[in-house]
């Protein structure tokens, strides 16, 4: 729009024309009368006439054409009433509070660590006499993608110090942070190299490499350290490892969740054979008392019921497994395991997991291992974005996560990932996973009669085979309580993972566990078709949050592929070594390139104490004829603790199994091709019946283990 531009003769009569009309708008005013008020509405009158001769005679304004009166500013010019604002919501904007306090006042420079040698200075707002301050400082870095200063730890004292004299706000670096950077500056930051001799060298000789140095960081760190590997990566081996370097200071303490604490006890038998059977502990009831042992194995649960017992005890070395537990400093476990651990010279905390979701729940796992790190609120502050509000603080936030890294690597925590050692691990890693037994209903009348039968050296093939499978089916009923407990465990991690079983009441319940627990699930068995089989595993491969793939040993192990997992855990065995490889393998082909973790859940006195002797065999015929399955059952971790009873067992097998001379491969065939026509014979009803539906299926699909494998799978 143009604009129209007056001469000083036409603008000075615009601005009389104005006075004119205002003095006429001035009288319409309606005012009740009043004599003590005419004195001095003349005299105001009188104000507003010398008001508007002044104005005439000041030619400065009249000279500017863009001047406004005043009193014309608030009306317009054509009727004489209020003038609207150009804005849109009829507002003026208020004046900004850089403008209002000065910009100086309110600028702020934020100091956190970049690397473990430099840290950097982040400016709210540009103002050149901090930059030319930045530019005199010899370390000085530029970053043009971030526009942030950098500058080496040693220039820190006189940086801050030139900062503080100008005026800004200046956040710095807390000084407990500080020199835990300034000591690490003439130390190199790479893990030192022990001497691990005094380890025992049957767990020195299992170790790979990045477990090696998993170990030497503990050590380094005087035993007291966090060791956050992802799973599968072996911590517990490395956590035994750093204890048995300080054996001097035992008795130990190993603090779990009850759902593992019995693989502790297995892992020492079978890392650790120096140590004596009888050192080792299971304090299983809050009434029990502690003899002169070495060391002791307690659930969090017990602990708290039995606080004042272990604290009284004094243990030098400590481990707590899956500590992401302890992630209140509020919970009575926490509390119980910190009046324990006090006066503790080492403690080792173990977590794939050390914060599920938010940076304060690392808090209470670093101040079990540094009592003196940071005050709880000074951390809340600088890593959780605290913020004070009406009731309390609130540090659900994260802030400064850079800075906390590098903090937590150089004091604390070490942490690997499968995609960092890739190159060190096998292609598969397998796990035997010993169950509960106080879950395991393995007492009763029928299981006891189930078991000696099967000793029994007089059965005949056909019978011991009938024998095996109606124990089979009887355990799945008395080691389903402790099957889903390791479940429940299991789903609390949210990682993506395969469930294979047998039963259909195994099944059932694992699913029931995914639903009570939110967990989306997919499930697979002989009831699904093909077009559905379809659909679900798209949905599982595709779908973060599908969790959990629920499938059927025998109507799933072979024709589908379920790469997006990296876990696969076999709630129950099966005798056929080709469909359990086949059911691996779900994972572990092409499309997968990270390392495959395989758990297989095993419960003493029940029949997998027949049934993982009865795998070994098979696998090994097959080996000798040139069909390897590929399942090194005799590199499982499994324990060599003996045992009195006459039974053979799983903790046993292996090293009787070294003894055992195998038999020629023509026997093995007719023994094959016999219990293949008793099977049929069976399937066409000319042998007893079997009672349940479970093992009518084994019977049919047993004829002899090796039709069912996909062979192509494993050229």
């Known amino acids: 729009m143009a604009t129209v531009e007056y001469t000083q003769k036409e603008i000075e009569a615009k601005r009389l024309l104005a006075l004119q009309k205002r003095k006429q708008v001035i009288p319409k005013v309606q005012v009740p009368f009043d004599p003590g008020k005419i004195q001095s509405n003349v005299n105001k009158q009188t104000h507003v006439t010398n008001f508007a001769q002044n104005v005439r005679n000041l030619p400065s304004i009249t000279k500017n054409p863009k001047f406004i009166s005043p009193k014309r500013r608030n009306f317009n010019k054509n009727e004489g009433g209020p003038m609207r604002s150009h804005k849109k919501d009829n507002r003026y904007k208020p004046m900004e509070a850089q403008k209002f306090f000065g910009i100086n006042s309110i600028v702020t420079a934020k100091c956190y660590m970049i690397t473990n040698e430099r840290f950097a200075v982040e400016m709210s707002s540009y103002v050149p006499a901090v930059i030319e301050l930045f530019k005199t400082i010899n370390s000085k870095i530029y970053d043009i993608n971030t526009k942030i200063w950098n500058f080496h730890l040693k220039d820190y004292d006189n940086l801050m110090g030139k900062l503080l004299k100008s005026n800004i706000c200046l956040i710095q670096i807390p000084r407990s942070l500080l020199q835990i950077f300034q000591k690490n500056l003439n130390t190199s930051n790479e893990i030192p190299f022990i001497d691990l001799s005094p380890i025992d060298p049957t767990l020195r000789n299992m170790l790979m490499p990045f477990q090696q140095e998993g170990i030497c960081y503990g050590i380094s760190k005087n035993g007291r350290c966090i060791i956050a590997d992802d799973m599968g990566l072996g911590k517990t081996i490395q956590a ?62 017990l602990l708290v019921r039995a606080e004042q017992v272990f604290k ?201 566990i995914a639903v009570s627990m939110n967990i989306k699930y997919i499930r697979i068995d002989g009831r699904t078709s093909s077009d559905q089989r379809k659909c679900l595993v798209n949905k599982f491969q595709e779908e973060d949050n599908c969790l959990v793939a629920v499938l059927s040993i025998t109507a799933a192990n072979a024709g589908i592929t379920l790469t997006a997992a990296r876990l696969v855990v076999f709630a129950e065995l099966f005798w056929n070594p080709g469909v359990l490889c086949q059911a691996e393998d779900r994972v572990h082909r092409i499309g997968q390139d990270c390392s495959v973790l395989i758990q297989y859940l095993v419960a003493k006195q029940t029949v997998d104490d027949y049934l993982w002797p009865l795998i070994q065999r098979k696998t090994n015929v097959l080996s000798e004829v040139g069909l390897n399955q590929n399942i090194p059952l005799n590199e499982v971790k499994v324990t060599k603790q003996l045992t009195d009873n006459n039974q053979l067992k799983i903790d046993s097998f292996m090293e009787q199994s070294q003894r055992m001379s195998l038999e020629s491969t023509s026997e093995i065939n007719k023994n094959d091709e016999k219990e293949h026509n008793t099977l049929q014979n069976n399937k066409e009803g000319k042998k007893e019946q079997i009672i349940t539906e479970n093992l009518e299926e084994l019977l049919n699909l047993d004829e002899e283990d090796l039709q069912n494998c996909d062979w192509d799978d494993f050229l």
Not at 253 to 261: E, F, T
């Open 240 to 301: 035994l490892g750093i204890a048995h370097y300080f054996k001097d200071d035992w008795p130990l303490l190993i603090v779990a969740p009850s759902s593992v604490r019995y693989q502790w006890s297995e892992a020492i038998y079978s890392f650790l054979p120096s140590v004596p059977a009888h050192y080792v502990y299971q304090f299983t009831n809050a009434k029990d008392c502690i003899s002169d042992v070495k060391i002791v194995i307690v659930s969090y649960d």
């Open 312 to 512: 009284q005890h004094g243990f030098g070395f400590v481990i707590l497994d899956e500590s992401h537990t302890l992630k209140s400093n509020k919970t009575a476990r926490f509390k119980a395991v910190q009046n324990t651990v006090s006066h503790a010279r080492r403690i080792i905390l173990l977590s794939g997991t050390p914060a599920l979701s938010r940076p304060i729940e690392l808090y209470t796992q670093i101040n079990l291992v540094s009592p003196n790190f940071m005050k709880f609120q000074e951390y809340g502050i600088r890593y959780c974005a605290g913020e004070k509000k009406s009731f309390g603080w609130d540090f659900t936030g994260s802030s400064n996560m850079q800075e906390l890294q590098l903090l937590l690597k150089s004091t604390c925590i070490i942490r690997r990932l499968k995609s960092d050692v890739l190159s060190q691990l096998p292609e598969k890693i397998r796990q035997m996973i010993i169950l509960d037994p106080v879950l395991i209903k393995a007492g009763t009348k029928e299981m006891e009669e189930m078991s000696s039968k099967l000793q029994r050296k007089t059965l005949s093939g056909v019978e011991r085979h009938n024998a095996l499978l109606q124990y089979y089916n009887e355990s799945s009923f008395a080691r389903l309580k402790a099957v889903c407990n390791h479940v429940t465990h299991l789903f609390e991690k949210k990682r993506k993972c395969l469930i294979f079983a047998h039963h259909q009441h195994v099944l059932d319940e694992i699913c029931n």
